[in-house]
């Protein structure tokens, strides 16, 4: 099976062949074909991974670290890269919700985009082009053709943020998308080749994760910390992190399906997994690991603040991403690389599940975004109604469900590294979570309808394909934390104990060098007892709790009251309302700079100097032509005199010049 | 007792193409005397089945490496490749001809492909001299076959004017070359070529010498004139306007070809070591033959004249490979060589597709939308140009890449500086043509479009696919063009 591997990525390519190239002609003779093409090809990637999964369990824990070299890639002098995926513990997990998500939102959307006529086979090209990236990213056995996954998984957010770029204002979403990516990608690529110099030093020329890693002590520790920095500043930008969250949300603009495969569940998760894939390094940098948990938190209360106060359902749910994925980073700065990727895997299963269903309900609603002109849909769309709840339970952490253990993880893993002040601005989120997520039920679901008389005549529950995907992935939000049920709770957190490997730290270890520095950290930590640890467990479902109480006073029994205290507490209401103004505050002292600095280097430099330069000499050029073909007067006589005249100039030159 | 006269060995397996080359040569004239055939091209597919033939039996002598009949023929990888250069340009001339005599049927006759051929053997002997004498004789048996050639539109006021030209000019020059060449004799009491670097190397003070430095200069004169250097170029608009345009094509290519032969032959072997800056008129040379060709060619309305003057830019950058020296160098000139046989005869060959009874069609307005309403032409045409601009991934590029990296690691930085600035100016009028053919609508009275017979789809087709082959899988070639320098025994 591990000789199949490349089949993995593959299939997808073979769809975007298909579908790209033929799309056209396959959409207008039979519809049909090109999902078909579509979904069987992630389909059959899924299937291989679950093939490919379970033969890496037949491995003992110690040989889980499986490389298959496709071919030679790039080679330069002593540099060398292959095309060459990695088969362990982690590339494994991420592949394969990867694989799994993804299929069964190709399947849902065979039901969301039927109405997009014409441009179907486009979207299911660019749908499986970003499997094809996206697997390239998480299989990659080196940084390379991991960047190369990371760039395409990009790109193909592009183009879907803009899909319906007949708007101008999806154009520039997916634009701001982008360029944003692009900020973060430049970091991450000098933080690149400076790993790859600095090792160079030592005689290492190559990429490979675990040639690095492995080599990564020989490094100076500035050199480590900068690397990682640099490599951070690209997670936040593909991550959606502080400082370059801000495009998430407008990246709302894409077809619902797609917020939820690359905007939820796997896009944005790149990040977490880089970080935890390249733990040997950021183990060896506290500083960077420092950073990553504070920026992890304060990402997770701005955006949970932002969410408290926003309309757009998909808004609600971009900013609730935002706030996770700070969780996320908030457990791998604190050490827990397992948690995070814990809490990737639960959070792609119920975020993808709350999108579609947002998805669902749009779809019923004619496309209506804003929960103010919703309410009631409890009835007339039961499925998608108890799908969102439990989605809505499992992520505000409701005990029992998926997200319940893995955001408990974080927080227990957080607090018992000392960090009390992350810790509890951890616990307070949780409790903006449980008040935002159920404010979007109540407002959804409950009380009476508000839509339009015309639009409420057409609510329908959706279609089977769009349905089954929902039931299947509320399945998985219900059940999917018992992977990792904490030894406190009588389970033994088997995802990390898979994990442990990759971490460098447990005893399956297969990369060295990271030992001594887990060691270090592990005696640095203090171990609160187990009391502590239940205890901590219940203060958080009481602020759960708390949130929902809230929730529920707010906008189904008292509803009057938000508007009285958005007006008693105009100022905060206001700031948040408007995202703290940080779209605007970037404009300020970034965008609209660099725009006067481009229009004058426009402008004043390449308009006025050097095209005037360029045309200048081209005129010269025309001129001089135009003078020249003048001596061409088409006598023999002059030809004669002029190749005569050339003789005897050469024959003066050299006779009286050059030998004297 | 009187001496004996001893019979210099003959090895005729050593000219065995040329030999095949003028039988079929003889046998068209013949063929087309007593008119044994009666088809449209019969004589045509008579010359190439000839030629290709002779082309095969190149191959046989490769990997030689000796002389023959007394040092007059050397025969070693430099001949061998540029006789493969020849009679590649010889077989694209012939599949264009094929077409353009639907509107010149003068042109089908047996004394035109004749001609053709004895002006190709001339050149193959060029470039396989191993005797000025031989050289001399080679060059002559080209140009005056080309001479006729110039002027074969009979009827044309502009082809006879054009002949007589040539004719005057060459003869001038000529007298030039042979004066050249009697005082390196006169220098070095030698006319073989090997016999003559043996010379120079062991009596290094003759290079300093005004007999062998007039020499010198003379000889260049009278090739300089062949390949068109400025300041002796002044013929070549007026001579590749009025020729035929396949003749045109022939010339550029060919004449070019074996007269840098014969430059690599003398200036780059024998002279590699004169101690004086001498490098220095031919750098000069190489710039202005470059700028002259170039910035002419910007401001010509006829595409058939503006190519002439991207020929003597051409010649520019085969000349800073001269300048270069040295065997990466030769390498460099060989490949270019190579390449732009290909795509200067596809070019023209393009030119020759487009025409009336007896009228050639050349100017850019006349090209204007052809591009949209014939696209296999546009795209040939397209191809063509973008490799005479030296862009990737055609051969022009690999091409201008091989010889002016040479001239950097040989220390010519400005020159290959001025040589890309050229490129750059160049690239100005090649698209013009592409900008024409696609973006421009077409003029108001039609142009005449033959349907494009199998022999000129061949044609252009082999000369599109050899610039893609050259310029993307290079290495073959490349690998072959260094096996292939000159380096006397």
Known sequence: MFDLVWLIPTLPALG???????????EAANKSLVHWIACSAVGLSFFLTCLTFLELLQLPAELRLVEFTWFNWISAGEFQSYWAYQIDPLSMVMCLFVTGVGFLIHIYSIGYMGHAEGRYYRYFTYLNLFMFSMINLVLANNFLLMFLGWEGVGFCSYLLIGFWFGNIDNARAGKKAFITNRIGDFAFLVGLFLLITHLGKHGVWSVNFTEVFSHASALPPGIVTAVCLLFFIGCTAKSAQIPLYIWLPDAMAGPTPVSALIHAATMVTSGIYFVTRSNILYQMSPLALQVIAVVGALTALLAASIALTQNDIKRVLAYSTVSQLGYMFLGLGVGAFSAGIFHVVTHSFFKALLFLCAGSVMHGLANEQDMRFMGGMRKKMPVTYLTMLIGTLAIVGFPGLAGFFSKDEILWKTFASGHVLLWMIGVFTAGLTAFYMFRLIFMTFFNECRASREVQAKIHESPRTMTVPLIVLAALSAIGGYIGVPHALGGSNRIEHFLEPVMGTGPGKLIAGGEHLAQEAAHGAYHPSLAVEYLLMLLSVAI?????????????????????LAERFSGLYRLMFNKWYVDELYGLIAVRPLHRASLFLWKGIDVLIIDGVVNGLARIFGWSGTWLRTVQTGYVQAYAVSLLLGVAGLMLYTLFVLVP | MSPEFILPAVNFQCILPQILLSLTALLVLLVDVFGLVKKANALALITLAGVVFATLTLFSGTGLQETAFSGMILVDGFSFFLNLTICLILILTILVSMNYQQFFPGINSGEYYSLLIFAAVGMSFMAAAGNLILLFVALELMSVSIYVLVGFHKDNLRSIEAALKYFL???????????????????????????????????????????????????????????????????????YEGAPTVITGFMATGVKAAAFAALVRIFMVPLGSLPIDWSMLLWVAAVLTMTVGNIIALVQDSIKRMLAYSGIAHAGYLLIGVVAGGELAQAGILYYLLVYAFMNIGAFGVLALLGKKETEYNTLQEFSGLGLKYPVLGLAMAVFMFSLAGIPPTGGFMGKLYIFSAAIKSGYVWLVVLGALNSVISIYYYLRVIVVMYFQESGAEDVAFPAPSPAITLGLGLAAAGIMILGVFPSYFWVLAQNSVFVPM
């Open chain 1, 16 to 26: 975007v062949l298909l579908n790209g190239l033929l799309g056209r002609k396959i």
């Open chain 1, 544 to 564: 759960v709790l708390i949130g929902i109480g809230l929730a529920y006073t707010l906008y189904v029994k008292e509803r009057e009251r938000p508007v009285q």
């Open chain 2, 169 to 239: 000019m060459g003869a001038f020059a000529t007298s030039f070359l042979l004066l050249g060449f009697a005082f390196l004799y006169g220098a070095t009491g030698t006319m073989d070529l090997l016999t003559m670097t043996e010379f120079i190397r062991s009596n290094p003070e003759v290079l300093s010498s005004g007999l062998f430095l007039s020499g010198v200069l003379l000889t260049l004169t009278g090739l300089g004139f062949k390949i068109s250097m400025v300041p002796f170029h002044m013929w070549t608009p007026d001579v």
